[in-house]
């Protein structure tokens, strides 16, 4: 098992910035990549963006490339989403999540190939 605790939300201004937090436990060696989600009231959970565990390789949703960065630090087994410029359609709750090495044949990209979750942080951007 792994576990997840997200920080770092809260309310901003449009244009303004924060920082998720997201430390992971637990079974950390069986993590092949994390992800950041959010999820609007009304809608579906989307995907935001991921990175490979090991280092390297990133990625984003369209809506999110060149604002938010996504990056870790595997001394501290933590997984951070700088958010910059925010927009209030940005305004959601944001949950990390993990994806085990055994779920290979999921793109990081996919919800249904992370099998931890946190317990979700609220992102509120005012206008």
């Known amino acids: 098992q792994v576990q997840l605790v997200e920080s770092g939300g809260g309310l901003v201004q449009a244009g303004g910035s924060l920082r998720l937090s997201c430390v992971a436990s637990g079974r950390t060696f069986s993590i092949a990549y994390m992800g950041w989600f959010r999820q609007a009231p009304g809608k579906e959970r989307e995907f935001v963006a991921a990175?490979?565990?090991?280092?390297?390789?990133?990625y984003y949703a369209d809506s999110v490339k060149g604002r938010f960065t996504i990056s870790r630090d595997s001394a501290k087994n933590t997984v951070y989403l700088q958010m910059n410029s925010l927009k209030p359609e940005d305004t959601a709750v944001y949950y990390c999540?993990?994806?085990?090495?055994?779920?290979?044949?999921?793109?990081?990209?996919?919800?249904?190939?992370?099998?931890?979750w946190g317990q979700g942080t609220q992102v509120t951007v005012s206008t």
């Open positions: 990175i490979k565990w090991s280092g390297g390789s990133t």
């Open positions: 999540a993990a994806k085990p090495h055994s779920r290979y044949n999921y793109s990081p990209i996919v919800r249904d190939g992370y099998d931890y």
